[in-house]
């Protein structure tokens, strides 16, 4: 491999590999049970929004804590962990570095939004966001992965937690655990020109556009310590940044 390559790349030959030997994607079962987990505190996430004196802010908070799902970067166990206590951690402390500003100003002009999903468990953190935003009538692309890859959300997961309730659910085609865009669909690199707003969730979809040929808002937990020194923040913080690159 180039050692130039993206981490998302290196990472789909690797786990390529694994599912070759293995027979199975050994991550399919975990990733049910995490949708199922979600699910039953979905509503309590809605509620959270509804009474929060900032539900934008307050839905930006919960999808980011949802990106703690991440069975590649950590040994997580969602049975045992506490996810309304992680919310109301997180709901109470701010993003360490933000365009929350930009956001909404880009937010009021945008009609279609394109939203890159990244894990089994976090889509049900980010179909509050995106039931928020279809609320002040945007239209949704929901973006998911073109195959099984660790525990990336695929159409299957999108359809057993009813994100195609407020969005259009798609196939990006990509065969990585990231958005890498020459490995995606004609059609998905289309919608990704051409919407007016980018929402890319993830420590991994980040490390394959963070050069894209356009603006991207990102949103997730910074995972390890060298995109904690590249970004200069801290590790496990919180971050929602706009690419530098302008549409």
């Known amino acids: 491999m180039d050692i130039k390559s993206s981490p998302p790349h290196l990472a789909m030959a690797v786990y390529g590999l694994v599912e070759k030997y293995a027979g199975i994607n050994p991550f399919r079962e975990e990733k049910k049970k995490a949708n199922k987990i979600a699910l039953n505190i979905y509503p309590q ?24 799902i991440d069975l590649g970067a950590y040994d997580f166990d969602i ?19 933000h365009n929350l500003v930009e956001f909404q100003a880009d ?48 159409l299957e997961d999108a359809e057993q937690v009813g994100i195609g309730q407020y969005a259009e659910v798609i196939d990006s085609g990509v065969p990585a655990p990231g958005c890498i865009l020459f490995l995606c669909s004609q059609e998905f690199q289309q919608l990704f020109q051409h919407s007016d707003l980018v929402i890319s969730k993830g420590q991994g979809n980040f490390e394959a556009l963070d050069n894209a040929p356009r603006s991207v808002y990102f949103l997730f937990k910074v995972k390890c310590k060298v995109l904690s020194t590249n970004l200069s923040v801290p590790q496990d913080s919180m971050v929602f940044i706009k690419s530098n690159l302008k549409s």
């Open 79 to 97: 049975e045992n962990f506490d996810l309304i206590e992680e919310i109301n951690k997180h709901l109470a402390m701010d993003f360490y570095t």
């Open 45 to 68: 996430l809605v509620e959270m929004i509804r009474r929060s004196s900032d539900p934008l802010l307050t839905a930006l908070k919960i999808a980011a804590v949802g990106n703690i």
């Open 107 to 154: 937010l009021e002009t945008a009609q279609t939004i394109l939203y890159i999903g990244d894990n089994a468990g976090e889509i049900v953190f980010d179909k509050a966001l995106i039931k928020l935003l279809r609320s002040r009538d945007k239209k949704i692309i929901f973006a998911v992965r073109g195959k099984p890859v660790i525990n990336d959300v695929t």
